[in-house]
């Protein structure tokens, strides 16, 4: 089998796996929408943008967390065996790596229309800003999954995980908040173009090392 | 002495910065004779950058070779480069307290060292959390070199990016090698090598020191 059609199969089996009990969709839709409640509850209405722009990404970073917990441990261990004999190492982290990413822009496409319901958008260029949320989803998720996978290995527990992804995350995470409070009109928007290319570029640097480094995790 | 040319190297290029770091004249600033402290604050970050990438050179070959002592070099290189980071940290406080008034600033340099002084402490971890040393070897490598590449973004590319640094010479090129007057790059360079080349020195003779003991406690295991 070739690589692309592993990766479509791997994909449509953990979509088909997702609309069986929608549990984890449900879950991370769950949190998203009581984080914000509790944020409206608590701050009522948002002043400055300043605010507005991290308490969203802090929501969003937390639903990654959140969306990749469930990753790997969903399915059982015994089952890796099974996928060892009949797949490559590569096209399990690359569908992983889509399937997670795409789920998480639904995630945060949801979470940017709850979260401007209730504390209004003060997006001033939309389309830009979901340009953001599309490229930073996959980054961020392309982080945390390769680090969810080596978790996974120090026996997957929630404490190493957050704090094998905290210093990694945070370049991503800088360029991101920078990236959305140029499209809300804080910082200037001249170097906009800098900074998504910064974005793209660790997108892919993300990509590639997970493609190169996941075969060595892969082996027990 | 064809392997140890350069620990010979290292004293005389530190002597010769300490001495002359001390002697050497300094422009007027408003900083006035803190502005010294370049020549040894600055040193611990490059040390600390070689060596780390030294950790990460052995976690490649580790990977590719999976022979044991290379993950017995990358963890040492990782503790030496750990050490480097510390220092660098509080002789940069000792500075910022005198120049900016406050022992931290936020700053993006100062951020992207403690980050990646944060990770290098979660590979330590990781390593401990894990029983079997070759998965923990294999973990903690992939983790290293992970890591290391996202660093190098996080403190190379993104304070360049930024506008608000605190640190001069960071818009035209490297934030290190700013406006320095040039008197003072006579002594500013040769201090860089020789602290790098310590950092290699002490790195070497701990890689040493724990490959002997592993192979005796081997030794000991096989009698």
């Not at chain 1, 399937?99 to 209730?118: D, E, G, H, K």
């Amino acid at each position: 089998m070739g690589l692309l059609s592993e990766i479509k199969i791997l994909i449509l089996k953990d979509f088909k796996l997702e609309i069986r009990n929608l549990y984890s969709l449900n879950s991370i839709l769950l949190y998203v929408f009581s984080s914000v409640f509790v944020s409206y509850l608590a701050f009522e209405k948002i002043i400055q943008p300043q605010t507005w722009n991290a308490l969203f990404w802090i929501i969003l970073l937390f639903a990654a967390v959140n969306a990749i917990s469930t990753s790997f441990t969903s399915e059982g261990s015994k089952k890796f065996y099974y996928y060892f004999y009949i797949l490559s190492p590569r096209s399990i982290i690359l569908s992983k790596l889509l399937y997670n990413s795409l789920m998480l822009l639904v995630v945060a496409v949801l979470t940017f229309v709850l979260y401007s319901m209730v504390f209004g958008s003060i997006i001033n260029n939309l389309p830009l800003f979901l340009l953001i949320l599309l490229f930073g989803s996959f980054g961020l998720l392309g982080i945390l999954t390769m680090v969810s996978a080596i978790a996974s290995r120090a026996g997957n527990n929630f404490a190493l995980m957050s704090i094998l992804s905290f210093p990694v995350i945070l370049p991503m995470l800088i360029v991101l908040i920078r990236l959305s409070s140029m499209t809300i009109g804080i910082i200037d928007i001249t170097d906009f173009v800098k900074m998504m290319l910064a974005l793209v570029v660790l997108d892919f640097i993300v990509v590639a090392m997970a493609v190169v480094l996941f075969p060595f995790l892969w082996k027990e | 002495m064809k392997r140890n040319w350069y620990k010979i190297l290292a004293v005389i290029l530190l002597l010769y910065a300490i001495i002359a770091g001390f002697l050497v004249d300094v422009p007027e600033t408003n900083i006035q004779d803190s502005m010294r402290n370049v020549f040894f604050h600055v040193g611990m970050w490059f040390a600390m950058l070689v060596i780390c990438f030294y950790a990460m050179i052995y976690s490649i070959k580790y990977l590719s070779s999976q022979d044991i002592i290379y993950d017995i070099k990358a963890r040492e290189s990782v503790n030496v480069g750990i050490f480097f980071g510390i220092v660098g940290i509080i002789t940069g406080m000792a500075w910022a307290k005198f120049t900016w008034g406050v022992l931290w600033a936020n700053d993006p340099h100062l951020n992207g060292a403690v980050v990646s002084l944060m990770a290098y402490f979660a590979y330590l971890v990781l390593r401990s959390s894990i029983p079997d040393t070759d998965k923990a070897a294999r973990t903690s490598a992939v983790y290293n070199i992970f890591a290391f590449v996202l660093l190098l973004v996080f403190i190379g590319v993104l304070p360049r990016l930024s506008e608000n640094t605190l640190h001069p010479g960071s818009k035209d090129g490297n934030p290190a090698f700013g406006d320095m007057d040039a008197k003072m790059r006579y002594v500013f360079y040769p201090a860089l090598l020789g602290w790098i080349m310590l950092g290699v020195w002490i790195m070497n003779l701990r890689i040493r020191y724990k490959v002997l003991q592993s192979k005796i406690s081997e030794d000991y295991d096989r009698d």
